[in-house]
């Protein structure tokens, strides 16, 4: 058995000042929800055989996130990047994404992070897949192939779900399910040796202008504000005992002690 | 500040060195400095990721990169843990390279994959008891016996010593040539007469397992000479010039951890109603800690450039070495002072990276040494 699974990843911008997030080379980095969908990838590899493709749809500077990823182990890379794909949504993006997948062909498993740690919306994942018209299953703990399909194990409170899926089938990879690996000097240098990424542009994918970015995005961030938060702050008085026993009566009565 | 050296690739290699080094090493870097522990359980995930064979050839398990990158790498290891920076840099550069530069294909094949994976860790034996600065002045010799080297040699202050085992040991196999007579042969731990010494107890660097290493009537084969005899001084020579950008680089590391801690703790700590950060004695202190470490940065990062272009770099690496130590020094000495009280206490990183920069004045040449390098290279032919 061998298997195709396509991961798709994100550069995030490290931080955003003014609230709105730009990504530049000193300031970005792969999406930290990624790393496990790009782990589980590659442990299914390792088990099942196959390939590994990631996929980003970014500036430039994603090149950055497929070396990563590339030397943690996968095997091929694509960057979508093109000027008009900037202030896409997250429609958009998966329209995108969709455009790619198909050129890329054949695949058992679409995996994404279950969102970015820049935009937080976890849509994309469950939209790309929608447009494939493909099943999904989100926050996947566990996977294993099961005639024909993928079986999946996921929880819900102290509940564990089983999921039989059909292939090819899409999914979120919880983030705390999959303990990613270091990426490692000798998978830098090798990526760097001979950097071998698929780059394409909206023509590449057969796409126009008018259907990307901020003209093709039914949603956009109208506003951003700085949430202000009034701190209160009181000193309790009197000897430690009688300051601990204030605070506990308070504490419990604002719900957060029983 | 974009950096003018760096391209990509470098970026890429610091997020992703920095990245491991605080998952797995900064949870237990004060612990292993407590302890004087060598953390195995890390250092055996490093050798795959290509740590111990930063610019060793990929077809011999290295990672083969280049100086800019073995640089970066060792400084941000020692942002986290100078200790193991040190072991790295000493390995990588003044033992792994060494063999590489001078060594036959058949010693490459010998040598070079166990260490560039990590299996074994490399160590570089030249100082005596009264041989430090005046390396020529070493004792320890090798008679030719024909199938063998014996070899009799006390090496002290050896970094890694402790758990070495390819041990390059500068020997005399002419005692009446000077200088000239020195060669270097390679040592295994584990050959009869090899004997490693206790544990040095260090004010700082304490989890780098330094050690003496001694040779009694030690048979060493033939074939282990590096180079050709008398080649000794011209290999430490090679061999220091690599190792001053990584050690250069290893004082960067921690004065940078030393002026991140203290930027932290002054826009935090509030006295007299403010952060300390705003009053001036303290602003005046992290200006000077951040340009320091500034400038000491952009002259590890010339002199490994400089390598890279494979062009003359002993003026260069002299100059980084003496100015990344002198610069670290400072720097600790004024974030322990931010710290105030904390700053002398264990419970903060701070005593730490001031115990541990000590020393950078003191290796791979000490302060004095390189001010003679530099004094010469400025003053020759003027």
């Known amino acids: 058995m061998s298997v195709h699974i396509i991961v798709c990843i994100k550069s995030v911008a490290k931080s955003a000042p003014r609230g709105v997030a730009r990504r530049t080379p000193e300031n970005s980095e792969l999406n930290p929800f990624d790393r496990p969908a790009l782990e589980a990838a590659l442990q299914i590899k390792a088990q099942l055989g196959g ?28 960057l979508v990047s093109d000027r008009a794909l900037a202030e896409s949504d997250t429609l958009v993006t998966s329209k995108v994404l969709v455009a790619a997948i198909k050129k890329i062909g054949r695949f058992d498993l679409l995996l994404f992070g279950t969102r970015t740690a820049d935009s937080d919306t976890g849509q994309v994942g469950p939209q790309t897949a929608a447009l494939l018209d493909i099943g999904f299953v989100s926050r996947i703990k566990e996977i294993d192939t099961k005639e024909g399909g993928w079986e999946i194990k ?105 | 500040m974009a950096e003018p050296f760096l391209n990509e690739k470098h ?28 953390p195995w359980e890390v250092m055996e995930r490093m050798g795959p990721l290509g740590y111990f064979g930063i610019q060793a050839p990929l077809e011999f398990g290295g990672a083969g990169l280049d100086s800019l990158s073995y640089a970066i790498t060792i400084e941000e290891v020692s942002r986290v843990s100078g200790a193991i920076g040190l072991c790295l840099s000493v390995h990588n550069s003044v033992a792994l390279y060494p063999i ?75 005692p009446d040539a000077g200088p000239r007579g020195i060669s270097v042969v390679v040592a295994e731990r584990g050959t009869p007469g090899f004997v490693v010494g206790d544990l040095e107890d260090l004010c700082g660097m304490r989890a780098n397992p330094v050690a003496s290493i001694r040779l009694y009537d030690c048979r060493i084969p033939k074939d282990n000479l590096l180079g050709k005899t008398g080649m000794g001084l011209k290999i430490g020579l090679a061999a220091l010039d690599t190792g001053r950008v990584g050690i250069a680089a290893q004082a960067l590391g921690i004065a940078q951890a030393a002026l991140d801690a203290s930027v932290s703790y002054a826009n935090q700590r509030r006295q007299f109603g403010v952060p300390l950060g705003r009053h001036q004695a303290i602003q005046m202190m992290i200006a000077d800690m951040a340009t320091q470490v500034d400038a000491a940065r952009m002259m590890v990062y010339r002199a490994a450039w400089l390598k890279d272009q ?50 950078t004045r003191i290796y791979e040449g000490t302060s004095e040494v390189h001010r003679m390098v530099v004094a010469r290279e400025t003053l020759q032919g003027k």
Not at chain 1, 55 to 63: D, H, I, Q
């Open chain 1, 51 to 78: 390939s590994v493709t990631v996929l980003t749809m970014g500036p430039p500077v994603s090149m950055e996130v497929l070396a990563e990823a590339q030397a943690m182990g996968a095997d091929k890379a694509v």
């Open chain 1, 154 to 258: 996921r929880t819900i409170d102290a509940w564990e779900e089983r999921w039989h899926i059909d292939a090819p089938a899409a999914a979120t990879v919880d983030a705390r399910a999959f303990h990613p690996r270091p990426v490692g000097l000798v998978g830098i240098s090798q990526f760097y040796v001979q950097p071998d990424v698929a780059q394409w542009s909206l023509t590449d994918l057969q796409l126009m202008p008018q259907e990307v970015g901020l003209s093709g995005s039914p949603t956009r961030v109208a506003a951003l504000e700085k949430i202000k938060r009034n701190r209160k702050c009181e000193m309790l008085a009197g000897e430690p005992q009688a300051q601990v026993e204030n605070l506990i009566a308070r504490l419990t009565a604002r719900g957060a002690l029983e």
């Open chain 2, 11 to 38: 970026r890429v290699l610091r997020r992703s060195v920095r990245a491991f080094c605080e998952q797995e090493l900064a949870p237990i870097a004060a612990q292993i400095d407590q302890e004087a522990r060598f």
């Open chain 2, 100 to 174: 590489l530069a001078f060594g036959s294909p058949e010693q490459h094949q010998r040598w070079v994959p166990a260490l560039a994976k990590g299996q074994k860790i490399g160590a570089f034996c030249l100082t005596e008891p009264n041989a430090g600065s005046d390396a020529a002045g070493i004792t320890a010799t090798a008679l030719d016996q024909g199938e063998h080297w014996l070899v009799n040699a006390n090496k002290v202050f050896v970094t890694n010593g402790g758990v070495a085992d390819t041990c390059l040991i500068f020997v005399r196999t002419d």
């Open chain 2, 310 to 359: 494979k062009q003359p770099v002993t003026l260069a690496a002299a100059q980084a070495k003496l100015f990344a130590a002198e610069a670290a020094g400072q720097v600790t000495d004024l974030a322990v002072q931010i710290h105030g009280g904390y700053g002398y206490s264990k419970a903060y990183a701070v005593e730490r990276y001031f115990r541990d920069a000590r020393v």
